[in-house]
């Protein structure tokens, strides 16, 4: 059964400090995710890495990709209230006929302004 | 930006009963899925749909829940005979062809399921 292990589960942090969220799992993925979940509302994708190693970039956030494809980071700086969110990350694998997204059980992050 | 819709969104079921959640995925996707969340708990992966046809599923998919496309645009997740642990938000999500690295799921906002 493939995992994906999100640490830490809840983090509150004023606004202006730096954070990095991890996720980890003893399976390889051809693709890793991450998503941003609202209240009552669907997951919406942020980015997807696919080679180990890779670092991409969106504004204040950097996700990384472990060389082995089996963890990745998202960190931010200077975190502003408007990252308030539940954070997903979510493992892509290849099956027969279609891929398959597993879910990590989310970081839940608060800035405090 | 391009939507995928959810009926009902919230609905409350007696157990044993039937329910039927109703999707409208993206209009040239051809990729479909129902994935669920259980309040607390992580999104679940419970089937994959394709060329009118199952293409994966998950344990969790038993005999109880169905899926279809009756018309060429709704796509529904029928669970046969409620139980109490159905309860969940439901999400139904639509991609386009190609491996995933390449094209996004796009899900929708969620059916929240309550059965008692």
């Known amino acids: 059964t493939q995992l994906l292990e999100q640490s830490p589960q809840f983090l509150s942090i004023q606004e202006g400090e730096n954070l990095t969220v991890y996720c980890n799992s003893s399976?390889?993925?051809?693709?890793l995710q991450w998503y941003r979940q609202e209240p009552g509302e669907g997951p919406v994708l942020l980015v997807t890495v696919v080679t180990g190693g890779e670092v991409k970039k969106l504004k204040r956030l950097t996700f990384q990709f472990g060389d082995a494809r089996k963890d990745s980071s998202l960190h931010i700086t200077a975190a502003q209230p408007g990252d308030t969110g539940l954070y997903l990350c979510a493992g892509v694998s290849r099956m027969n006929r279609d891929d398959k997204i597993i879910f990590g059980k989310g970081t839940r992050l608060h800035i405090l302004p | 930006e391009p939507e995928v819709t959810q009926t009902p969104s919230h609905q409350v079921t007696q157990m044993g009963q039937e329910v039927i959640l109703r999707c409208v995925p993206i209009?040239?996707?051809?990729?479909f899925y129902w994935y669920r969340q259980i309040l607390g708990q992580k999104v679940e992966f419970l089937v994959s749909?394709?060329?009118?046809?199952?293409?994966?599923k998950s344990e969790i998919f038993d005999d109880q829940f169905s899926v279809e496309r009756p018309d060429g645009s709704n796509f529904t997740l029928k669970i046969r005979s409620t139980k109490l642990e159905d309860s969940a938000m439901y999400f139904c999500?639509?991609?386009?062809?190609?491996?995933?690295?390449?094209?996004?799921?796009?899900f929708g906002e969620g059916s929240w399921l309550t059965v008692v």
């Open positions: 999500a639509s991609r386009s062809p190609g491996a995933l690295p390449g094209n996004t799921i796009y």
């Open positions: 749909f394709y060329n009118n046809e199952i293409s994966e």
């Open positions: 209009s040239n996707h051809l990729y």
């Open positions: 399976s390889v993925f051809s693709s």
